[in-house]
């Protein structure tokens, strides 16, 4: 059976970026002390991946594209509902359960390291925005940036379960396609091409920002 692209290597490439960084974060959040200053940085490399990949879902590839995979509530339902009773639709690239995660992981992690820019540890480092909020809103935003890990983590380990679904249940090889961006027995995929111009693009603007930020006292 014939393995067509699908998952180029931007796309590939930014999701194994962003699962180890995600990681990092994690771990240096949850160790404070000089293990913040890597924290933040760490951050700032994340915020500058997620506005390549939001750029690339403009300019990408055919299956980077948001308006490409992102579908209407409906569909999303029709979809469900066909996945519970085995009748449901195959896609090339995400289907319309699993694009909704890639908003949702998106807009969570985006709000994270939009957070973190103006959060501090009240001792040593302050995040760059930090002295641009009054101290009731440096409240409100702290709070969040330090809650919502906890949902994020969540909705990684959902994303993992519905991998493993799919690979066990549906026998969709989602893991190795994500190293490889081929999938096996599609009808009729577009014929997938990295745009020179798109990735050119996306890569100046998200490291402008990661430039920005890296200029900036901590």
């Not at 506005?51 to 299956?63: D, E, K, P, Q, T």
């Not at 081929?182 to 014929?191: R, Y």
């Amino acid at each position: 059976m014939k393995s067509e692209l699908v998952w180029d290597w931007p796309i590939r490439v930014s999701h194994w970026l962003m699962a180890l960084l995600f990681t990092g974060l994690i771990i240096t959040g949850n160790e404070g002390g000089d293990w913040l200053k890597y924290h933040f940085y760490m951050g700032y490399s994340l915020s500058a991946l997620i506005v390549a990949r939001v750029l690339y879902g403009i300019w990408g590839s055919h299956y980077a594209r948001f308006g490409q995979f992102v579908r209407s509530p409906k569909v999303v339902f029709s979809y469900l509902k066909g996945l519970l009773t085995g009748h449901h639709e195959h896609y090339a690239g995400h289907n319309p359960i699993g694009a909704l995660m890639v908003v949702v992981l998106f807009l969570g992690l985006s709000l994270q390291w939009l957070t973190g820019l103006f959060t501090s540890d009240q001792i040593f480092w302050f995040g760059p925005f930090n002295g641009y909020a009054s101290d009731d809103w440096l409240d409100r935003i702290s709070t969040i940036h330090h809650t919502l890990p906890n949902i994020l983590l969540a909705l990684v380990a959902l994303h993992i379960l519905a991998v493993l679904f799919h690979e066990i249940h549906l026998k969709e090889r989602l893991f190795l396609a994500m190293l490889h961006g081929k999938k096996k027995g599609l009808t009729g995929p577009v014929q997938v091409q990295t745009p020179r111009l798109g990735i050119v693009l996306s890569l100046v603007i998200g490291l402008a920002w990661l430039a920005v930020l890296w200029m900036m006292p901590i």
